[in-house]
Structures are given as structure tokens and as C-alpha cells.
């Protein structure tokens, strides 16, 4: 029984900044540390869009993207309050304007590009 991680199940967690290079080579080396061999394809990081290239993975083809897709915690402190002085507010249970809630960060995975029969 293979034990790798399948590829469609392999999430980087790259931030929109770190741009659509990083989250394919982030991508890349997370598939290979998993035990697949991957060949490139293609790249489309200079492309607009949300494609960052095209990879063949044991016989099959994916597309890596880049988007919005993980859910992450955000805490939105006021204008004016320190960052650190948040932190230590949260931990002491004082929340002092400070709001939380979840929204979805970026991160590169792979789709299965099917061909119909």
C-alpha cells in the first residue's frame, strides 16, 4: 500500500506576497519531500491568474495553483494599539477592541487536469 500523501492533498501555505514562483517551488518540494517524482511541464508564474504551472507526477498531469484556499485565524487589532501589547492583552483574557474571525489565505495546490474519454 503506497503511503504518500496524495498530490491533490498537498497544501502550501504561501501568502499572496510571497508570489506564484514561491508557492510552485513550495509546492514542488513538498511533493518530492512526500516521495513523488515530479517533472515540470510548464510555468505560467509571470502569467496572470491563478496557474502556476503544469507538472507530470507518475503518469498524471496537474495544474498547480495559487489562490485564496486554507482557512486562517485573523485578529484585527485597533489603529494605534502595539502589537505586542494586543498579544499580551489576548493572553490575560482582556480583548480591549481586539476582534477575531476566520478568513481564507492563500496557498498553492494541485488539480488533475482529466481528459474525457
Known sequence: MDNRTDPVMIIAGVSERDGKQRAFEVWLYKATKEGWSVTV???S???PGDQCGVVHIEGLTY???HARRVRRHV???PAGQHLVSA???LSLGESHGITQTWEFGHAAWAEPIVEDD
Open 41 to 43: 511541464e510548464s510555468t
Open 45 to 47: 508564474v509571470d502569467q
Open 63 to 65: 495544474r498547480i495553483r
Open 75 to 77: 485578529t484585527i487589532v
Open 87 to 89: 498579544a499580551v492583552n
